[in-house]
């Protein structure tokens, strides 16, 4: 398997402008989680879902963040305006269960908002 | 809610030393104590996991123990590596990922 993958793997932007990072989870995952990563806060679980249903999302920052998953091979996260505090690297992980507890990162995208 | 620090935030060891990385937990409920290891550019990998039922795990080089009554567990390094360097960080759910915290992690760096 080609494990997590994430695009883009880098993202410059600008104040204002709309930001959607995208991730394709290991097949036969059934939880999706999205991280931010920040030397400041470390490691912040922001939402995750169960066989594509949104479960918890009490981790997004604000309403500027968004996050959808239209099937089980692929979930978005969107971020419409971006401003330059949302900077960070932005990590998908997938698992095969909720207490199974490995979880299977993306390398990450990491994101500069100008 | 569950509130995981980890210390020491940088660690400098000489390859074939041992090294150590301790975490303390606030949560008596949690029971599931992963280590992930990070490097330059990539996402966290797990490479040890220990359960509240158990006292301490080993698995080559690495080992990780586990104090429920002082609610603190460590990672053991031993025969460190150039390659072990990397960013570490240990976590604390109650078993689900839903509610995993992980610390502030530790930077490692092995020197030859």
């Known amino acids: 398997d080609a494990g997590v993958i994430q695009s883009p793997r880098h993202e410059v932007t600008e104040m204002g402008q709309e930001v959607t990072l995208r991730c394709k989870p290991i097949s036969g995952h059934d939880y999706l989680f999205w991280y931010r990563q920040t030397m400041m806060r470390g490691l912040e679980l922001l939402i995750y879902f169960n066989n594509n249903v949104p479960i918890d999302d009490s981790g997004m920052p604000e309403d500027r963040f968004s996050a959808k998953m239209p099937n089980a091979s692929f979930s978005t996260l969107k971020i419409q305006p971006s401003e330059p505090r949302d900077s960070a690297v932005y990590f998908c992980a997938s698992s095969t269960g909720q207490n199974t507890g490995e979880l299977f990162f993306g390398e990450g995208s990491r994101l500069t908002v100008l | 809610g569950e509130n995981v620090e980890q210390h020491p935030s940088t660690l400098s060891v000489q390859e074939g030393d041992s090294a150590v990385i301790k975490c303390t937990y606030s949560?008596?409920?949690?029971?599931?104590f992963p280590w992930y290891k990070q490097e330059l550019g990539k996402g966290p990998q797990l490479i040890i996991d220990i359960r509240s039922n158990v006292g301490e795990k080993k698995d080559q080089r690495i080992a990780v123990t586990l104090n429920k009554t002082a609610k603190h567990f460590s990672l053991h390094i031993t025969e460190t590596q150039p390659e072990d360097s990397a960013v570490y960080f240990c976590?604390?759910?109650?078993?689900?990922?839903?509610?995993?915290?992980f610390g502030a992690g530790t930077r490692l760096t092995v020197k030859p």
């Open positions: 949560d008596s409920a949690s029971n599931y």
């Open positions: 976590a604390a759910s109650e078993g689900g990922n839903n509610d995993m915290r």
